[in-house]
RNA sequence: GCUGUAGUAGCUCAGUGGUAGAGCGCGUCAUUGGUAAUGACGAGGUCGGGAGUUCAAUCCUCCCCUACAGCACCA
């Protein structure tokens, strides 16, 4: 038998007969080792224990307290301990798929019946019962043909789909949990008893396209979170708990900052605390395009359907666009207009406007422009997914060669803003060519190219998203989270030499000829009203200074301080910061309480002392200590506290 | 849009085939108190909308709307 060489992660290498086994190799280095392997990464690939080494290799075994490694593997046998669960109680359902995902897995299933809430106490139950049968995990390596007559007569369509989507040359390996087999990739622990009986939970049932086409029928999905220990899934539980409180829908209602309402989905209502949050973010966002050479527009709100013909949005974004017809009736003429939906066509209207030379390009065009999209009513959420939203839009007309300067210079301005309004961790996903597309691949090349060239001088790396581009252009994505660690794309920008085309926007060049610009479709905050739940969400309700919609509350102690609260109040308006008088005939510590839930970040006590003293005691929200200040110190102080960063 | 769950007072929620209840909030009164809930009293809801079954529906059935979770969508 011919002999190879796996190295050790220390360097070391040895000898081994080819055909080894991981599991061999712990064996032989050490009895206590090949009872706490669960799996090796060979050749940096993470590998079963079973699975046979044939060539020279690098390995590195892998025990329990590996976490990336044994997260992965107990995730993914649960993933099978519950597809097998739920066969054995409801042996008509079939099977489909059931990937490793963040903190769990899921697994889909098609059955006639629904499953039930009650139900995911039932399977977890009967996992942990095949838990603790410590069945044996066994890999088999099958032909097509024989997986396919296995599945055909047990009746699973959806496993000989997968299997005719697999290429040929690739090995198909089925795993065997006890009596019960899966088609799997692999690599997966020794028997069930090593996966964490108290380490698991299923968590929900939702409904999910078979291969994610909602042409195809709809699978029950169930998910699951789970981690090597009883503690690390409390401590992710109580991390889910603690995000719950901070969801931007609670604190909305909590700090009174926007209602919505059934009348209309998918809109918002601001209250004057929200209002001011978007205002002063606005009047910022004003000030930032500004200096970053934009001029401001406003366009239309209602246009008539002509323009949208041109554009190309009548026919291909229609059924997500709110239709206006006016009634004969109550108009002098009948006509069929739309809300817009986007600011671009109406952008190219201003740029259209009279002649423009090469001189004027690029041209930085702002406007924050109210839309209406007619998003599928399963889409909303909250304030970051709505039917009405403001966009800090704008579109840079530009030649082919200021594409990258342009985009370069765009990420600075808003990595910078990011910075400003508290985000450290955002992310840059760069969106290529889909199949439906217009342009030459030279083109789609370059631009590209252009867009990712623009990141890496900006000094941004950036995940790439296959396919995901606008048929007419590249576009990058910038990334925030939300509390539970959603993903919400806030800021684009988007190549198009499309629009302009179609709606006739040109300039004359150097030469003299008229030519055509390209149009870079740019958002920083992308809505207002996401980016605000964002910041919601990010900040848990505790909002700079500068944003906070009430900035200092001023409160009595005894009703005889009640006229130097009103005193302190004018003095800390008058000095630009947003202070409120709580003179109530309540308890300083209902005071402090209520104040604190609603998430002011400042609070002011006055009683005999300091009305003697000419002094306010300071609360700080989240903290405990108090200080007492000179009334002038902590105005001085508060009033550069409230300056938004761009103006210190 | 699809699958599932839910909708009762401003909020959070309990409850029942015989026209509803708590806590908080709100109002009034008393209390002037030193940093996360002072006490008493009071007001407040045709139980998301419509139809049906029933002597009787907030409760059962059907349709619709909205929200939530996920999927699909996201120029």
């Known amino acids: 038998m011919a002999s190879i060489s796996l190295t050790f992660p220390d360097g070391n290498a040895r000898e081994y007969d080819a055909g080894i086994t991981a599991a061999a190799v712990a064996e032989s280095i050490s009895k206590s080792l090949a009872k706490k392997a669960i799996s090796a990464t060979v050749n940096g690939e993470h590998w079963d224990l079973q699975w046979p080494i044939n060539e020279n290799a690098t390995i590195a075994l892998h025990t329990m307290q590996d976490d990336v490694q044994a997260n992965e593997l107990v995730r993914h046998d649960l993933a099978h301990i519950m597809a097998r669960a739920v066969q054995e109680i409801w042996p008509d359902t079939k099977v ?17 019946e629904s499953f039930t809430p009650e139900d995911l106490i039932t399977i977890e139950k009967k996992m942990k019962e095949i838990i603790n049968k410590r069945d044996a995990v066994r890999t088999e390596v099958w032909e097509r043909d024989v997986a396919i ?12 789909e997968l299997i005719e989507g697999i290429p040929g040359d690739e090995p198909l390996r089925m795993y065997w949990h006890g009596e019960w087999q899966d088609l799997c990739r692999g690599p997966h622990l020794q028997h069930t008893g090593q996966v964490p ?52 829908r609670k604190l909305g209602r909590e700090m009174d900052l926007f209602h ?5 989905p998918g809109q918002v209502f601001w209250h004057p605390n929200g209002w001011r949050i978007y205002t002063e973010l606005q009047d910022y966002m004003r000030r930032r395009q500004r200096a970053g050479g934009y001029v401001e527009v406003n366009t239309p709100q209602v246009v008539n359907r002509q323009l949208w013909e041109k554009s190309g949005h009548w026919e291909s974004y229609q059924e997500n666009m709110f239709i206006v017809e006016v009634d004969e009736d109550h108009a002098r003429e009948k006509t069929v207009n ?25 041209l930085r065009m702002a406007e924050f422009g109210s839309c209406n999209r007619y998003e599928p009513s399963g889409a909303l959420h909250g304030i970051m997914r709505v039917r009405g939203f403001t966009q800090d839009d704008g579109h840079i007309f530009c030649t082919e060669e200021q594409i990258e300067t342009e985009t370069k210079i765009f990420i600075e301005f808003l990595s910078e803003i990011y910075a400003e309004l508290g ?11 889909p199949e439906k597309r217009i342009g030459s691949d030279a083109i789609w090349d370059q631009l590209e190219t252009s867009l990712g060239n623009a990141c890496k001088a900006a000094g941004y790396e950036y995940d790439i998203q296959e396919g995901e581009g606008a048929f007419y252009g590249p576009k990058l994505e910038f990334v925030l989270t939300d509390a539970i660690g959603r993903d919400w794309q806030c800021g684009t920008l988007q190549v198009d030499s499309n629009m302009p085309e179609r709606l006739d926007a040109s300039y004359v060049g150097q030469d003299g000829n008229k030519h055509q610009p390209f149009m870079l479709h740019r958002a920083t905050l992308g809505s207002f009203e996401r980016f605000i739940g964002i910041l919601i969400e990010e900040h848990a309700g505790k909002l700079p200074f500068w944003l906070a919609p009430r900035q200092v509350v001023v409160a009595s102690i005894i009703s005889d301080a009640d006229d130097y609260v009103h005193e302190v109040v004018a003095a800390l308006n008058a000095s630009g910061v947003r202070a409120e008088a709580d003179v109530r005939n309540e308890k300083i510590n209902y005071k402090v309480r209520e104040h604190s839930v609603g998430k002011v970040p400042v609070i002011l006590a006055v009683g005999a002392r300091e009305v003697e003293e000419r002094t306010v005691t300071v609360r700080r929200l989240g903290e405990k200590q108090t200080s007492v200040q000179a009334l002038d110190d902590v105005k001085a102080a508060l009033a550069v506290e409230s300056t938004p960063p761009d103006l210190r």
């Open 96 to 112: 489909t798929i059931g990937p490793v995902i963040k903190n769990g897995w899921y697994y889909d299933f098609d059955r006639k």
């Open 197 to 248: 009986g108290d380490g698991f939970k299923l968590m929900s049932i939702a409904g999910a396209y078979w291969r994610g086409d909602s042409d195809r029928e709809m699978l029950q999905r169930i998910y699951g979170v789970a981690f090597t220990g009883k503690e690390k899934l409390k401590a992710h539980l109580n991390m889910l708990e603690e995000a719950a409180k901070r969801d931007h």
């Open 149 to 160: 007559k296995y599945y055909e007569d047990r009746g699973e369509p959806y496993k000989v």
């Open 423 to 433: 985000f450290t961790n955002w992310a840059i996903k760069l969106s290529t060519r």
């Open 338 to 362: 739309a809300l817009k939906p986007m600011n671009c066509p109406c952008h190219v209207q201003v740029f259209n406007q009279g002649m423009k030379s090469y001189r004027d390009l690029p």
């Open 260 to 264: 919505m309402q059934e009348e209309a």
